[in-house]
């Protein structure tokens, strides 16, 4: 396709769009003028499940017209359809009308799905999975011991007092305690293990006016306890875990007396040992109903952060439990204080390798991104000397870019325009990209203080979103495709070329910039490290969160949640 002057009509934001034009652009009053008017669809359509239709009217109706470069049919009413399918998420729907004196052309992009910002349910939903509360189980096993279960027991344990044989309670000994977390739609069964658990007595043998003291231990390799916790946040944003009554299983009792091995005295003190284990499951479900019952797990968490530019409110206001693992519900607002209440999502799937899965949808980083990339793209620059000749020899290496007229320097406006989607996807290589379909470039020759123009055009950005370490995402842009809105040069040029030539110009003007962009989806949970003093914080350790893995959010009819996508995160080192 070859042509001196090229216009193209644009429906910014409007439902179609019209204009013509001779080939000499001059008006041909010898016939009927050329119009062309694009009904269906309009520009940045969100189309849903359904493919593009396009309806539109062409005056005279004897004119050729191509609809992405297939001829159409015309009616004598000037009607022409055509149904294109979404090869990507977006499609740029491109109608030419020609006649032997005029074209006329309409190029306008359309979306499939829905805007994001419909979809958007101002929340971030968070799994535990059961790998991240076996990890989690580890350093409960000192906060259980922390509670002084140990002490409670010892203030209990019995004094035995036979006439000739006495026992009297020194303490309990033990070895650290281990938790195994256990998921349930219940709750989450703590299975706590108290190991190598010591009862520790001074025994007493007195016979006439003889007598003798001795240690005695009564040991125990483990004793299980289990406990069903409700794991809930209240209205201010506390957290609390609940523990029901404790399940206790003791191991058999190993008797040392002195450091002499009991078994050669079992005749003697059988009947008093029994005075001691016996009971022992009592006194101990007492001792830890004394000291556990309702832990306090730190809070508020509510917090505010910003992610490129957008002020974040977030608040914890819902919890849940299913045999996956913990559910942890993030209200949002953005630019709003955050809801409170449970959320209108499910939690999202556990993820092999992940021992959090955080539910992102893309309206937030939609929301996101258009303070940070858009503002990183639109620019307005007025440049001379070295400069200037930058821009200046990538617009002369185009086809027709070498009549360009000698002026005191180039002028560079890029606009990202309205039409712009984020989606996200599968796997990490990117996990999500930004797409501006119609970013429009404007080229000009400063000559006298004054912008000439010399080149406009439409290009499609893809901005691809990756995790660069850790939680860190960056961007990678890449130009794919465009078209020449209107071009000055007075030689010979197919617009493939020129299209292909500026598209590798800007990609490579622009990415010098988005190389420096970053953002870290840390921030987005950031409240829920735990500050200092912070229970939940000192549950969690050293983390070093890594992003693992990206899937779709399933609902509970099995079908992926629009939008929303689970980030598998690693939150302990291997």
Same mark, same amino acid.
């Given at each position: 396709?070859?042509?001196? !002057? ?16 001779? @080939? @000499? ?36 109706? @004897? ?111 033990? @070895? ?50 289990? =406990? ?10 506390? !957290? ?17 007396? /002195? ?11 059988? +009947? ?11 006194? =101990? ?88 990339? !858009? ?18 020899? /990538? ?13 005191? +320097? ?165």
């Amino acid at each position: 396709m070859r042509f001196s !002057l090229i216009t193209l009509a644009l429906a910014f934001g409007c439902n179609s769009g019209e204009f013509t034009i001779d @080939d @000499d652009g001059l008006g041909n009053e010898n016939s009927e003028p050329l119009t062309l008017e694009l009904l269906t669809p309009t520009y940045g359509e969100f189309l849903g499940d359904a493919s593009v239709q396009v309806e539109g009217l062409v005056t005279p109706n @004897d004119a050729e017209v191509t609809v992405n470069g297939e001829s159409v049919e015309v009616s004598e009413e000037g009607v022409f359809t055509a149904t294109l399918e979404f090869d990507k998420r977006y499609k740029l729907v491109d109608v030419k009308a020609a006649t032997d004196d005029e074209k006329a052309r309409v190029r306008l992009p359309v979306f499939d799905g829905h805007n994001p910002a419909d979809t958007w349910p101002s929340a971030v939903p968070m799994r535990l999975t059961a790998s991240g509360l076996a990890s989690l189980g580890a350093g409960l096993g000192q906060v259980v011991d922390s509670t002084g279960w140990a002490e409670t027991l010892s203030d209990q344990l019995p004094a035995i007092d036979q006439g000739w044989f006495s026992l009297q309670p020194i303490g309990v000994l033990h @070895d650290p305690s281990t938790v195994d977390l256990i998921p349930s739609d219940e709750g989450i069964t703590a299975a706590i293990v108290l190991n190598n658990v010591s009862l520790e007595y001074d025994g007493t043998i007195t016979v006439g006016e003889w007598s003798t003291t001795f240690p005695v231990s009564v040991g125990f390799g483990e004793i299980s306890v289990g =406990l069903l916790t409700d794991i809930y946040v209240d209205d201010q944003g506390m !957290l609390f875990a609940g523990l029901g009554s404790p399940s206790i299983a003791l191991d058999e009792a190993d008797i040392v007396i /002195g450091v002499i091995e009991g078994d050669w005295l079992d005749g003697l003190i059988d +009947g008093v040992l029994d005075l001691l284990v016996e009971p022992l499951s009592d006194l =101990l479900g007492t001792a830890l109903d004394g000291v556990l019952g309702e832990i306090p797990l730190g809070g508020p968490y509510a917090f505010e952060t910003d992610l490129l530019g957008t002020s974040l409110d977030l608040r914890l206001s819902d919890v849940g439990t299913d045999s996956q693992g913990l559910g942890l519900g993030l209200g949002v607002g953005i630019g709003e204080a955050a809801p409170i209440g449970p959320l209108s999502v499910g939690w999202p799937g556990a993820t092999e390798g992940a021992d959090l899965v955080v539910g992102l949808h893309e309206g937030l980083l939609q929301t996101a991104l258009e303070a940070g990339v !858009l503002d990183l793209l639109a620019q307005d620059l007025q440049l001379s000397g070295i400069a200037g000749e930058l821009i200046g020899a /990538g617009v002369r290496n185009l086809p027709g870019g070498d009549t360009a007229p000698v002026g005191e +320097g180039w002028c560079l406006q890029l606009n990202p325009n309205e039409a712009r989607v984020v989606r996200l996807q599968s796997g990490l290589e990117p996990f999500g990209k930004l797409y501006l379909p119609d970013m429009i470039a404007n080229i000009g020759i400063l000559q006298q203080g004054q912008c000439t123009p010399w080149l406009d055009a439409s290009a499609a950005v893809e901005v691809g979103l990756e995790i660069r370490e850790g939680t860190t995402v960056g961007i990678e842009m890449e130009f794919v495709e465009g078209a020449v809105l209107e071009y000055g040069a007075t030689s010979a040029w197919e617009e493939a070329e020129v299209v292909d030539g500026l598209n590798g110009f800007l990609q490579g003007a622009v990415s010098l910039l988005a190389g420096q962009l970053e953002f870290d989806l840390a921030d987005i949970a950031g409240g829920l490290g735990g500050g200092e003093g912070d229970p939940l914080g000192g549950l969690l350790g050293d983390i070093e969160p890594a992003v693992v893995s990206s899937e779709p959010v399933l609902g509970n009819d099995g079908a992926p949640v629009e939008g929303m996508y689970g980030l598998g995160v690693q939150l302990w080192a291997e």
